[in-house]
Structure formats: structure tokens, C-alpha cells
Antibody, heavy 123, light 109 residues
Framework: QLQLQESGPGLVKPSETLSLTCKVS??????????WGWIRQPPGKGLEWIGS???????YYNPSLKSRVTISVDTSKDQFSLKLNSVTAADTSVYYC???????????????WGQGTLVIVSS | DIQMTQSPSSLSASLGDRVTITCQAS??????LNWYQQKPGKAPKLLIS???NLETGVPSRFSGSGSGTDFSFTISSLQPEDIATYYC???????????FGGGTKVEIK
């Protein structure tokens, strides 16, 4: 059974960089069939897709966050990472990692999710 | 830039009622539309992919339909365990982008 687990600091200071890692177990991140993505959810609010990465390192990002986001992959460790720089209180959210198919001519549903990790931006 | 309009933002219905949620895209997205259920403190769960494809293990009272710009999600007979927030999510190919609707909170009347 595929499992995803987020890890990283739960508290980040304003203007600093938020860094999270998602460890994939029960399957390989190097599958040609999937992208691996990050989604966030501010407390009490809706879901926002941040970006996704293929095992080759190919990425696509939410245009509204693209200037501050970097997603990378480490296939040797079956994990991928998120960096969000210049954070403000508005970046306080539960951050989820998840998997979606790499199909070109079909919807890209997130079928496996991590449990989520709360990151608070505060001094 | 694609917009997803999900409605209503909340609804209250009786057990056994038929419940319908809609999502409207700002331009044609074919059938590239998925539906999720999220319960408090939990990650979202995929219910329906490609507008109408029921995921394995999901009860048949859940269904989805639509294509192009207009989509709907239906619970045919509301059960206590269906109390949750539901989200649509679309895939736009050019440029590639994923967008969630604003969510619909379903409560028992």
C-alpha cells in the first residue's frame, strides 16, 4: 500500500523559507505513470494546488505561487521536497503531499495523499 | 486564467435526501474534473475522476456527470457518514494547471 508522509518544521519565521519533504513508501517515486504534488489548505479554508513534479525533475507550478516555489525530487531516497520562500502569515496552512497520474488527455486526480502537516508562519 | 465556480458553498439536507453540487469552469475542460470528500482533520479522499468515474470502493450513491464547462456531483440518498466538505478539481492543459473549487460543506438539517 502506497504511503506518503510529510515532514519538516512546524514553525517558520516571516520572510524565511518554508521547507518540507514527502517520503514515499510502498512504491517507487520513479514510476513513469505519476506526478507528485503539493497542496495546501489554510485553516478553515479551501484547497490550493502548489505544484507537481515528475521523477525526471520536470515540474509545473501554480502561477500565483511560481515565483516563490521550488519543488525537487530525490529518486534515490524516494522523496520529493517543497521550498517556499519569503513566507508571510498568509502561508500558514496544512501542507499535503499527494500523487496524481501523468496522463496527458485525462483529468489528473490526486489518488494518494499524505496526512498533512501544519506549518505556522510567525515570529 | 481558468476559474472554477463551485456552488453552493454550503447546504443543509435531511437524511435520505438527494444532494447536488455543481462546478462550472470558465472554459471547456472536456471531462478533466474530479471530486473529493474531506472530513475534518483528514486529507481529502478521491471519490470521482474524469467527471463520472466512480473510484473503487466508493459507494454507488455518489455520482458525477458533465463535460465541457458544467459539472455536477450527486449524493442520491444522504447518509450520516456523508457529512463533509466536497471539492471539485480540474486539470487545464494549456498551460498545465490544477485548480480546486471553493468547496461545499454538507450538513444535516
Amino acid at each position: 500500500q502506497l504511503q506518503l508522509q510529510e515532514s519538516g518544521p512546524g514553525l517558520v519565521k516571516p520572510s524565511e523559507t518554508l521547507s518540507l519533504t514527502c517520503k514515499v513508501s510502498g512504491g517507487s517515486i520513479s514510476s513513469s505513470s505519476y506526478y507528485w504534488g503539493w497542496i495546501r489548505q489554510p485553516p478553515g479554508k479551501g484547497l490550493e494546488w502548489i505544484g507537481s513534479i515528475y521523477y525526471t525533475g520536470s515540474t509545473y507550478y501554480n502561477p500565483s505561487l511560481k515565483s516563490r516555489v521550488t519543488i525537487s525530487v530525490d529518486t534515490s531516497k524516494d522523496q520529493f521536497s517543497l521550498k517556499l520562500n519569503s513566507v508571510t502569515a498568509a502561508d500558514t496552512s496544512v501542507y499535503y503531499c499527494a500523487r496524481h497520474p501523468a496522463r496527458l488527455l485525462a483529468a489528473r486526480p490526486f489518488d494518494y495523499w499524505g496526512q498533512g502537516t501544519l506549518v505556522i508562519v510567525s515570529s | 486564467d481558468i476559474q472554477m465556480t463551485q456552488s453552493p458553498s454550503s447546504l443543509s439536507a435531511s437524511l435520505g435526501d438527494r444532494v447536488t453540487i455543481t462546478c462550472q469552469a470558465s472554459h471547456d475542460i472536456s471531462n478533466y474534473l474530479n471530486w473529493y470528500q474531506q472530513k475534518p482533520g483528514k486529507a481529502p479522499k478521491l471519490l470521482i475522476s474524469d467527471a463520472s468515474n466512480l473510484e473503487t470502493g466508493v459507494p454507488s450513491r455518489f455520482s458525477g456527470s458533465g463535460s465541457g464547462t458544467d459539472f455536477s456531483f450527486t449524493i442520491s440518498s444522504l447518509q450520516p457518514e456523508d457529512i463533509a466538505t466536497y471539492y471539485c478539481q480540474q486539470y487545464d492543459r494549456f498551460p498545465p494547471r490544477l485548480t480546486f473549487g471553493g468547496g461545499t460543506k454538507v450538513e444535516i438539517k
